[in-house]
T-cell receptor, first 114, second 116 residues
Framework: EAGVAQSPRYKIIEKRQSVAFWCNPI?????LYWYQQILGQGPKLLIQ????????DSQLPKDRFSAERLKGVDSTLKIQPAKLEDSAVYLC????????????FGNGTRLTVT | AQSVTQPDIHITVSEGASLELRCNYS??????LFWYVQSPGQGLQLLLK??????LVQGIKGFEAEFKRSQSSFNLRKPSVHWSDAAEYFC??????????????FGTGTQLKVEL
């Protein structure tokens, strides 16, 4: 089966600019997650969708970050305006609905904010 | 709130030697526990998972982990390390959510270096 697809792989922007990341989950996976992984740290959950509804966005900096999953499949994560501390790898993951379902991760988008 | 501690930031082992990576978790109920591996520039790949039952779980690539409730630990082991095992390893604890999905909290990772 095809894995989780993410694009772009790399992005370099200046602070205060905006950026968007795209994710296509594994077919049939109802749950989609965006994680932020800062260098030297473990991934941190930003937002979790079930189908096209938000399950958990408690750690999403909502003043600058937004995410959507309009048709319950693809998702986009946007940052506007970006700050230096947003430099990180943004990982998308998906899983099926079962409470013990493992997460399947994409290769991530590495964002550098200068 | 759930949390994970990986006390070793870096570990170096010789090829062919045994390996143990430590993981301690904090969670109020019976946890779902995972080990993931991340190679440079790649996403995270699931090595193994524990939900219930036998406390010794087998994973891919010859890895195994043992759940010890009394010690709140879920250490990862491999009897003989290969050079290709060099990567970063993450332990995670998950809370199954009503209605589906899984909220994972990751540790800070252990970077494994393998000497030839």
């Amino acid at each position: 089966e095809a894995g989780v697809a993410q694009s772009p792989r790399y992005k370099i922007i200046e602070k205060r600019q905006s950026v968007a990341f795209w994710c296509n989950p594994i077919s049939g996976h109802a749950t989609l997650y965006w994680y932020q992984q800062i260098l030297g740290q473990g991934p941190k959950l930003l937002i979790q969708f079930q189908n096209n509804g938000v399950v958990d966005d408690s750690q999403l900096p909502k003043d600058r970050f937004s995410a959507e999953r309009l048709k319950g499949v693809d998702s986009t994560l946007k940052i506007q305006p970006a700050k230096l501390e947003d430099s990180a790898v943004y990982l998308c993951a998906s899983s099926s609905l079962g409470g013990n379902s493992p997460l399947h991760f994409g290769n991530g988008t590495r964002l550098t904010v200068t | 709130a759930q949390s994970v501690t990986q006390p070793d930031i870096h570990i170096t082992v010789s090829e062919g030697a045994s390996l143990e990576l430590r993981c301690n978790y904090s969670y109020g109920a019976t946890p779902y526990l995972f080990w993931y591996v991340q190679s440079p520039g790649q996403g995270l790949q699931l090595l193994l998972k524990y939900f219930s039952g036998d406390t010794l779980v087998q994973g891919i690539k010859g890895f195994e982990a043992e759940f010890k409730r009394s010690q709140s630990s879920f250490n990862l082991r491999k009897p003989s390390v290969h050079w290709s095992d060099a990567a970063e390893y993450f332990c995670a604890v998950g809370a199954g959510l009503t209605g589906g999905g899984n909220k994972l909290t990751f540790g800070t990772g252990t970077q494994l270096k393998v000497e030839l």
